[in-house]
Structures are given as C-alpha cells and as structure tokens.
Nanobody
Framework: QVQVVESGGGLVQPGGSLRLSCKFSGSIFAVNVMAWYRQAPGKQRELVATVSSSTGAKTEDSLKGRFTISTDNGQNTVFLQMNSLRLDDTAVYYC??????????????WGQGIQVTVAS
C-alpha cells in the first residue's frame, strides 16, 4: 500500500507564487523518477517537470524560468515551486513517481490532484 499526499494548492493572484508538495509513503522500495503533471479544463494532461538522479531536474520549455522541481529523497517528497503565475497556469496538478514496490515490482504512483487557481 502506497499513500500519496499532495498539498500547497489554492488561489493565487497573477504574478504570485505557490509551492506544491507531494509525499509518497508506504510500501516503497525505491523511487527513481518523480514528476509533476497538470490538466486544465478542456485540455490534455501535460508534463510540467521531472527529476531523477540520472537526469537531474528538468522543467518543460514553456515553463522554464517560472517553475522549478526539487526533491527530498529521504522523505520521497517532490516539490514544485511556481513563480510568476499566470491565468493559464490554472489547472489540477498531479504528482507522479516511478519506482519499485517492496515486492521489487515496477510501479507508478499518482496523486489525486490539487487545484491551482490563478485569478485576480
């Protein structure tokens, strides 16, 4: 059993900042890759950023300079720092991790999604 707890969403004005957190816990042997996705109303889910020991932290080109992904590996936690927020950043944000369950099987875990609303 793996638990995924997301936090940090909410309402923010344009130009403001938010920091999302997502902690994976439970029957996890290893976490290899963590990521953030988002989905706006009427839009496809899109990748925001990824982080791993092999690739480092990478933000999608359209969001570089505003969004930064980071981790606390000891806590299997991934963060997304969002600055200079714009109206079209409004979306449900999902954390994601790829790793190994304690039974050593590959697994992918998803958060339930947290709402980020950017509005005046």
């Amino acid at each position: 059993q793996v638990q995924v707890v997301e936090s940090g969403g909410g309402l923010v004005q344009p130009g403001g900042s938010l920091r999302l957190s997502c902690k994976f816990s439970g029957s996890i042997f290893a976490v290899n890759v963590m990521a953030w996705y988002r989905q706006a109303p009427g839009k496809q889910r899109e990748l925001v950023a990824t982080v791993s020991s092999s690739t480092g932290a990478k933000t999608e080109d359209s969001l570089k300079g505003r969004f930064t992904i980071s981790t606390d590996n000891g806590q299997n936690t991934v963060f997304l720092q969002m600055n200079s927020l714009r109206l079209d950043d409004t979306a449900v944000y999902y954390c994601n991790a790829e790793g190994l369950h304690t039974n050593i099987r590959r697994a992918t875990w998803w958060g339930q999604g947290i709402q980020v609303t950017v509005a005046s």
